[in-house]
């Protein structure tokens, strides 16, 4: 096990079974797999998370944001409480731009278009979001893939960050995504569709603009 930061790239693959994408004096940008929480839930049987994988490797990381369990892609992750604070001020002031794939059971009309429904959670237990009138405002574009009409495939970006707010928004217009375990009545196999594919900011700390792209998964690469 690496003994603070040194090791640190060879540690978190063996450790956290996840991709370090960045690594930077104050922060990691790390890929989390599909069917892993990002920080603890409820219960005991919910204690296996992205985070306390890291935190076996260094303490002192903390989450900075966070993928649904089902979601797959990039994470920040701050290597300490003062890096903690400015970068969660970048998302506090949506000054960071994320980019997901997906893969939905319909296609959309259209080639590009915005989903503006405001959002509430529904549901408790397993938690269900979806529009409501005395919901939080929630903005996504969308742009197929490509420009065939019949594309299932989505480029995302959300420009707020509510709960499952792009599987909710997708489930509300007709076109939940494919292997959705909550939003899509198909029961397709293998991992869900989305994948939190790029990250952009301007870093606090040098303030040069940050670019982050991982992989295509598994399920996106070409056969």
């Given at each position: 096990m690496a003994s603070g930061f040194e090791g640190l790239a060879a540690a978190i693959p063996q450790l956290a079974g996840c991709s370090l994408m960045l690594e930077h004096p104050q922060y990691l940008v790390v890929e989390?797999?599909?069917g892993l929480l990002s920080q603890p839930g409820l219960g005991s049987h919910q204690n296996d998370s992205l985070i306390t994988r890291l935190q076996r490797c260094c303490p002192e990381l903390r989450l900075v944001h966070r993928l649904d369990r089902?979601?797959?892609g990039l994470i920040l992750v701050a290597r300490n409480q003062g890096s903690l604070?400015?970068?969660s001020?970048?998302?506090e002031a949506r000054q960071v731009q994320k980019l997901y794939l997906a893969d939905v059971i319909r296609p959309l009309?259209?080639?590009r278009g915005r989903i503006q429904l405001?959002?509430?959670?529904l549901q408790r237990l397993p938690p269900v979001y979806g529009p409501h009138p005395g919901g939080k405002p929630s903005f996504t574009l969308w742009r197929k893939w490509s420009p065939d009409g019949d594309c299932r495939r989505l480029w995302l970006r959300?420009?707020?960050?509510?709960?499952?707010q792009l599987r909710a928004h997708l489930a509300a217009v007709g076109a939940p995504i494919c292997a959705d375990p909550i939003y899509s009545?198909?029961?397709d196999p293998g991992p869900m569709h989305l994948h939190a594919h790029a990250l952009s900011f301007r870093d606090p700390f040098d303030h040069r603009r940050v670019r982050v792209r991982s992989e295509l998964p598994i399920w996106a690469q070409p056969d």
């Open positions: 989390k797999p599909s089902d979601t797959s604070r400015c970068l001020a970048l998302f009309s259209g080639r405001p959002l509430a959670r959300p420009l707020t960050g509510r709960s499952h009545a198909c029961n």
